[in-house]
């Protein structure tokens, strides 16, 4: 009996493991390991939950992002006739072990990034955000997502799932709205490249759905969920991350039109100012690289570029002739 096309899905999981954000955690949260093995239990739950479902996880880091599962082949050398074997562990083990060794490389990373970035705001006084790559993860998800559906009909339906906690950085606002826009049909820093990856998520129809880990909500995601048909979630409540990742983001595209879901509350579509990262109401934008400020300036702080050398002209509206 051939499958409907309802009941085949595919679900890429965007997973935030930021060292800086796990190792300054709210009290809401388990610990990175705990919070590992919850994901397991949701991976394999969602794959049982029929038995042509496919899952991909993306792990998201501050400097880096990658696909852990499924993982990329590795290219066989001409001059060698063995293959390596295949892998024995279920999909979850394979992806939780993935993560766990992209987090401790990240880890390492992160700890000199941690002596330059002190040096450098001594320094300077600036002190650089440690906020996770989630514009590129989103595109590499949609990527995906793009490819799984070309397969004609019997291509499961896709969706992303994001479960994110690092704070919003104001650079990658600009570059998630455009990986939201793109899901509908199948610049400037971190920004432009977050909103460029949701607007193409709602261009090819591939609805983004996010769960907040962290102490605040994440308005990128909040805005990434409702232009894309997704849901929203910020699980504030200890120990709970396991049931609401089952109850809510268990359940398919298909089902959802007869489950009564969480609604989402306001969305703030205001967008955050470059300089103090506060939403503003009315902004004043660079007409070279977009970045939003809350103040005028005489030069741009993102590209550097001279607003005062630049001649303002007024232009006068033309006159009508008084009838004769």
Request: charged share 10%; proline share 7%; glycine share 4%.
């Amino acid at each position: 009996m051939p499958l409907a096309a309802e009941d085949l899905s595919l679900l890429v999981l965007v997973v935030d493991v930021n060292p800086f954000f796990w190792a300054q955690r709210p009290p809401s949260l388990p610990t990175f390991h705990d919070f590992l093995s919850q994901l397991r239990v949701f991976l394999n739950a969602y794959l049982l939950l029929h038995s042509a479902n496919k899952a991909a996880v993306i792990a998201t880091g501050y400097s880096s992002c990658a696909f852990v599962h499924p993982t990329p082949p590795v290219a066989s050398s001409s001059s060698s006739s063995t293959s390596a074997p295949p892998s024995t562990s279920s999909p979850a083990e394979d992806a939780i072990a993935q993560l766990l060794s992209f987090a401790a490389a990240e880890a390492e990373r992160a700890k000199g990034e941690s002596s330059s970035s002190s040096a450098a705001a001594a320094a300077t006084g600036i002190v650089r955000e440690q906020a996770s790559l989630l514009s590129g993860s989103l595109s590499m998800a949609l990527a995906y997502c793009v490819k799984a559906s070309s397969k004609g009909s019997s291509a499961p339906r896709p969706r992303i799932l994001c479960i994110h906690g690092s704070p919003d950085a104001a650079q990658q606002y600009v570059a998630i709205m455009n990986a939201i826009f793109s899901s509908q049909k199948a610049g400037a820093g971190m920004y432009v490249a977050i909103m460029n990856a949701i607007f193409s998520s709602q261009k090819a129809g591939v609805p983004i759905d996010a769960c907040a880990i962290g102490a605040s909500d994440s308005a990128f995601l909040q805005q990434a969920a409702f232009l894309t048909g997704g849901l929203y979630l910020h699980s504030t409540r200890p120990n709970a991350l396991l049931q609401d990742l089952l109850l809510v983001f268990g359940v398919d595209q298909f089902s959802r039109d007869f489950i009564t879901l969480p609604q989402p509350s306001a969305v703030d579509f205001r967008a955050s100012c470059f300089c103090h990262k506060q939403p503003v109401d009315l902004g004043f934008v660079c007409s070279v690289c977009l970045s939003i400020f809350c103040a005028p300036a005489r030069t741009c702080a993102t590209c550097g570029a001279d607003f005062a050398s630049a001649k303002r002209t007024r232009v006068n509206p033309p006159q009508q002739q008084q009838p004769q």
